[in-house]
């Protein structure tokens, strides 16, 4: 996720770009760059926060009204000023920034080195100005939709040139783009914040449709050169919700960015059943060989890794353990040479997770770090690296990260099965294809955000809670029950479905909410026995069940449901009713949604 700014008018266009960038520096910080039009292409970038970039054009200013910028969040390549966007082709007379990713930039990078192109940074986005330029016959809408053609995957671009000055054009595949229309003015950006206090009237740009900007406003058309007539909405959000996009939390914000957070973590990494991890360096004879697999990690991440262990075992048939960090690290492990460490983490700062990691290294493991912040330490510990790519996580409770943690372990199972030959081809076709359909899931899912809601009524009073399941629902049950935990204040226990009547269940009384989590179709009847077990005893049912669970209603005050999948995916998809539940208990019971009380974003101490 980065975010990408233009801008066409009377201004001096540095400023007004800077300032976009500051705005849509939650969507990614680690270097930002603008390049302003004037006759000649300006290129100003540097790494780190947007202040590096203002501190730059302090010294090397940039006159002209016409620019494009961008503040990035790395995927390919280390956040360094070389790869910092706008990149131009050689000549310096063609530039882009970009959103998103290219899915087969390394056969068109082949291509490019082929006809002795040099490259300047290790992007995918780069190859985009050399295409630009070496598409250009005269006209940039052309070379744009050439280039377009070319390049697959879900991104947004901007590009500008020398030779045709006063015009950018940009293009939206997926990754979002809107077009702010001032008084004489026209701003591009990545969302509507960004730019809202210039202007109120804006034009949102569908997929596959490209805009051309000159100072007398913005033409909407199709890729292919249909003209669009796009109506102008007008924005009334206030400054602080539109900072949140329009939710009232960054957390609700961030449960919403879900599908598009699948959709980029799985980007160029799973091509027809093929799964691609540029950072994962092992060969297959080392994945044949794994004797074991250890994950460890903290809170949420430690939830992920519960189902990494569950995938591990069940499909793979290979050993595989999740333990707490803060447990592993003084636990004195059995870890030899042939096993594989996976830590997991988020920020990659944790300094549990990075010292149980550190162990497993001087133990002579391998180590691979599932991450969202490029560069964090835990990626400079490690062998091997996946990053996930959620962009920045602002609530404190973690969601779209998680999300995409999960994913990030799908498709190192699918990697590491392929190579020890121990996954039936037909379940990993299955999983496959059940991830590229994962994105539409989860948007059935956040539709039906008001069950959920309704949900969060029946427990708002409650002192106490419940959230069981068995496998990988028991998962599920453990991270919804600390979101609920940690944003609502409710004390809330996870416990597998089984473990209720060996003590817990003399706590169930009338109305103790229990929720029940059902995907997992092997053990679906045993249950049921214990939702029978929690109804007898007075207590409330909210379960969370398939679409075609036709049983379920009979038990359940609640039911949120999601669409039927491949059970060993459902995690995924049930996981989201039970963050909204959380994010609506705790609205309702009026608390600081995004940062909860006693809790930090990153826990860097012991
Ligand atoms: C809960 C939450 C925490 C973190 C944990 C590990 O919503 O966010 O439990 O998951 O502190 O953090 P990372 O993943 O950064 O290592």
Redesign the pocket.
């Known amino acids: 996720m980065c975010g990408i700014m233009g801008y066409v008018g009377p201004q001096e266009a540095a400023p007004i770009l800077v300032d976009g960038l500051r705005r849509l520096e939650y969507r990614g910080y680690d270097s930002a760059g603008i390049a302003v039009s004037n006759g000649s292409i300006q290129v100003r970038k540097a790494r780190g926060k947007i202040a590096n970039l203002e501190s730059l054009l302090e010294s090397e200013p940039t006159g002209g009204s016409i620019g494009i910028g961008h503040t990035r969040w790395a995927t390919h390549g280390a956040p360094t000023d070389a790869n910092a966007h706008p990149h131009t082709d050689p000549s310096g007379e063609f530039v882009v920034v970009h959103n998103g990713i290219i899915e087969n930039f390394q056969s068109l990078k082949q291509q490019l080195l082929d006809d002795g192109a040099e490259f300047a940074s290790e992007t995918d986005s780069e190859i985009l100005a050399h295409l630009v330029a070496r598409e250009y016959d005269g006209d940039l809408v052309a070379a744009v939709r050439r280039t377009v053609a070319l390049s697959e995957g879900a991104y947004a671009m901007v590009a500008m040139t020398k030779r045709e000055p006063g015009k950018i054009v940009a293009v939206r595949k997926i990754s979002p783009l809107v077009v702010g229309l001032g008084d004489g003015e026209t701003f591009l950006a990545s969302d509507i914040p960004a730019v809202l206090h210039h202007t109120r009237d804006f034009m949102v740009i569908e997929d596959d449709e490209l805009v051309i900007v000159t100072d007398e406003g913005a033409t909407v058309e199709t890729i292919d050169g249909a003209p669009v007539d796009r109506e102008v909405v007008r924005i009334d959000w206030d400054a602080e919700q539109a900072e949140k996009g329009g939710y009232e939390h960054f957390m609700l914000k961030e449960i919403h960015e879900q599908p598009a957070v699948v959709t980029e973590t799985l980007a160029s990494r799973l091509e027809d059943g093929t799964v691609w991890l540029e950072d994962v360096g092992f060969d297959d004879e080392y994945a044949a060989d794994i004797g074991r697999v250890w994950i460890t990690?903290?809170?949420?991440?430690?939830h992920a890794g519960l189902i990494g262990q569950e995938i591990f075992r069940r499909v793979l048939r290979l050993p595989a353990n999740v333990e707490y960090a803060h447990e592993l690290r003084y636990a004195d492990p059995i870890i030899g040479p042939n096993e594989l460490t996976i830590a997991?983490?988020?920020?990659?700062?944790?300094a549990d997770?990075l010292a149980a990691a550190r162990l497993a290294v001087d133990k002579g493991s391998r180590m691979l770090a599932i991450t969202n912040v490029v560069g964090s330490t835990l990626s400079r510990y490690a062998d091997d690296i996946l990053y996930t790519r959620a962009g920045p996580e602002i609530s404190?409770?973690?969601t779209k990260?998680?999300m995409a943690m999960l994913i990030a372990q799908y498709l190192l199972a699918l990697r590491i099965g392929a190579a020890r030959g121990t996954v039936d081809s037909e379940l990993a076709a299955k999983v496959s294809h059940g991830l590229h359909l994962m994105p539409g899931a989860l948007e059935e899912v956040l539709s039906r955000e008001a069950e959920a809601e309704k949900a969060a009524h029946l427990v708002t009073d409650a002192e106490d809670m419940y959230f069981i399941g068995r496998g990988l629902d028991y998962a599920i049950a453990m991270e919804g029950s600390?979101?609920l935990k940690?944003i609502s204040y409710l004390h809330s226990e996870a416990m597998p479905a089984g473990e209720l009547k060996h003590g817990t269940l003399a706590l169930i009384t009338d109305d103790v909410p229990v929720v029940v989590i059902l995907t997992q179709r092997d053990v679906y009847d045993k249950t049921i026995s214990a939702v029978q077990e929690v109804k007898a005893r007075g207590g409330r049912i909210i379960a969370v069940a398939y679409d075609s669970d036709a049983e379920i209603a009979a038990h359940a005050d609640v039911v949120l449901r999601i669409p039927d999948m491949e059970d060993l995916l459902a995690p995924v998809a049930a996981v989201v009713p039970l963050q909204l539940l959380a994010y609506h208990v705790a609205r309702l019971r009026g608390h600081d949604i995004d940062q909860p009380r006693n809790?930090a974003?990153?826990?860097t101490v012991e």
């Open positions: 990690a903290c809170g949420t991440a430690y997991i983490s988020q920020s990659g700062e944790t997770t404190v409770a973690s990260a998680y600390l979101k940690e809790l974003k990153s826990v």
